[in-house]
């Protein structure tokens, strides 16, 4: 209840108009403790979509929403009583000076303008100043408060950018519109004894992002100590002179040794910082190629422990760039809404590894993964979906952009019989087979093909099915030596996996037919039984994610690539500053429909 206005007070007959005044003053009528009414002044604020004293002065898209807030206090005002901001307002200004360590950007909540106009409310006070100017002044701080506070637990809550808007299929709309802000602000946030405890329970419950965020605020204070740095130890370390990596016990110039011992020193993959140049010698000793491999292991690098020019690139990457790296990865995390903020399958394309959680949310397990190649629109998409059903030994029907772009051009050059050697299969609409086609019938997509059940083909021995309109799944795969690199982006579009045997035994489980190992061996090598779907009789909840900087498990920070540049494009969109992209968009997929692979 946001205040005793709400109640209804019961007085006797005979009580008079005086006494029932005096019981009014005594119960606090006021909606927060006294704080004054000002229902013409906040009413001439908040009906322009833009209030000039914000540094983001249009806030049309949160404009109903302020006065759903205000129509629930009659125009009261929220954040002043006697003329002074309240404790909670207090609070909030101190959260939006803080928002960096939350990923987010201080000015969007107009961090730097607080301080002076907590000045004009003192000098209010202070003046016992009962203008009309003082008035407009009280409801424009007041405005002012809720629009920054809106848009602060909104960004908190559901992340800034809709990501519809970057071509990715999560529903962040929905995420909003079932967040009622007015009534959390005036319920919950403005009679809040702990400011902070409140707005802490709209943050994502996931212990990804918790260990993200306080990763955050560690590499934000390595960056300080990075900016501290004299201008000879930021610059950039040298690039190597031999095209062969540096091994142990090789000479290097003891300088830039000791540039690297400094930064992964900075970074903890080295015990100590070394104590100046001097204390270095010429030589790449174990122990620094010890703390590399460590660096390596963080980085999405070849963990060798050698210095390769790629690790020299990695180390020359500065704190402040691994600062929004950071931030990036807890914006995305605040897209997600449950089932999939918790999801039993979570794929990050950036890692190139797939996570899955038991029923509790405890991990499974871990498996590497082939994701979509970063170039020639392969790259795989971000979106959520349930799982709904295996299918053992598939088909892969091949998609017409495949046909034109590779099958054709090999069946010119070898001739129609290229197909049947590479055990594909030519059909009409309704799957049966084709014989007599023409080089000219497959060139003009007159037939459909599809790539014959079996050890060899493109999807393995079993797929994952989580419907969707990209044609992007899961499945196994042939070329099992994909795995041992580092970076992964081979496919055209969808998740190959690992280990896909294992997946199947663990999709399964539980989900009736008793499959245990044996039977998903048995049903990936029946020659009988191709193209076999089992239906999952509890759907499991997939996210497709893209987090380039995250907590692992054991709390160990890491960085990957940004292969797909879904970061930058995410920056491009922020750096455009308030209000950001928002309304719900028409996702349209970039990889191109049929079964990608």
Known sequence: MISLLRRTLVVPAPVSIALLCALAVLSGCHRHRGSKNLGTQVKHVIDVPKLQVLKWADFSDYQPQVKIFYDHREDALAWTEDNLPTPQARALIQDFANAADKGLRPEDYDASRWPQRLDKLAQIERTADTSAAAGDALAQFDAALTISAMRYVSDLHSGRVNPQHLNFDIDVPAKRAAFDIPTFLNDQVSEADDVNAVIATIEPQNPMYTATAQALQHYRVLAHQQDALSPYDRAPLLKLTSTKPLVAGQPYPALELYKIAQHLALEG??????????????????????????????????????????TIDSLNVSMDYRVEQLNMSLERWRWLDEPYLNPRVLENLAEFVVRTYNPDHTLAFKMKTVN???????????????????VFRPYWNVPPSIIKKELVGHIQRSGVGYLAQKNFEVTRSDG???????????EHLRYNIREKPGPKNSLGLVKFM??????????????????NLTRRDRSHGCVRREHADQMAVWVLDGQGGDWDADKVAAAMTNEDQNNKT??????????IFYLTATADEDGTIHFFDDVYGYDKQLLQFLDKGMPYPSSPAKVNPKVPPGETV
């Open 269 to 310: 993959d080295l015990a100590d910082a070394p104590a100046g140049p001097s204390t270095v010698g010429n030589i790449y000793t174990q122990e620094l190629s010890d703390a590399v491999k460590h660096y390596q292991n963080r980085h999405s690098l070849t963990v060798d422990g050698k210095l390769t020019q790629a």
């Open 432 to 442: 049966t087979p084709v014989d007599g086609y023409s080089a000219a019938d497959i």
């Open 372 to 390: 979509g190649q970063a170039h020639g629109d392969h790259d795989t998409p971000m979106f959520t979906r349930t799982m709904k059903y295996l």
């Open 534 to 543: 089992v239906a999952l009789k509890n759907p499991l909840p997939v996210t």
């Open 466 to 483: 989580f419907p969707n309109e990209y044609d992007v799944y899961m499945h196994s795969t042939p070329e099992l030596n994909l795995f």
